[in-house]
């Protein structure tokens, strides 16, 4: 039996700076239809700053969607016709003010599959030195340097409630750095 869902008609609701909202109809292997609503984002890159003394660089910001300040890693959108790793150096400059002398992939995976089209790639940055480009106008950021024997307690307190950082802060704790 094919698995794949058959798209009947596509139907773009909403577009916007950072995404599209669109509904699919659809037919699902077993011959019903349904509706998918689908948000349209382009890929984006994350980052663990590690730096030489064993810190993780993290950022605090308000996030208004959850009226809430968290910690996240620094990331942001990838733009048209950039590649990852530029993107990344470039969100490193604009969220953190420094470059990485090494980038290292870490994983890729979506932030939502089940409505999103969103591709993270994440990186570990090492060999960091200062290099500061302009926040973007409407972040307000604020660095956190955490030591990553700390980030075990981060992570099971809930400190951490970002899924990007969770996934990559998760990932770099089990590492032997």
Do not use: C
């Amino acid at each position: 039996m094919e698995k794949r869902e058959k798209v009947l008609s596509r139907h773009v609701v909403y577009r916007g700076r950072i995404l599209n909202l669109r509904v699919d109809n659809v037919r699902v292997p077993s011959g019903k239809r349904a509706y998918r609503e689908v948000i349209e984002h382009n890929p984006a890159v994350g980052l663990i700053p590690l730096t030489d003394d064993g810190q993780v660089l993290l950022v605090s910001q308000f996030r208004y969607a959850i009226d809430e300040e968290i910690l996240e890693i620094p990331a942001g959108i990838v733009e048209d016709g950039e590649d990852f790793e530029a993107a990344a150096l470039r969100e490193l400059q604009e969220e953190v003010g420094f470059t990485a002398s090494e980038l290292a992939h870490v994983g890729s995976f979506y932030s939502s599959p089940g409505f999103s089209t969103e591709l993270l790639v994440v990186y570990l940055a090492s060999g960091l030195s200062p290099s500061k480009l302009p926040e973007d106008d409407d972040e307000f950021i604020r660095t956190v340097s955490v030591k990553v024997g700390d980030l075990p307690a981060f992570l099971k307190e809930g400190k951490i409630k970002d899924a990007k950082t969770f996934a990559a802060l998760s990932w770099l704790i089990n590492q032997d750095l």
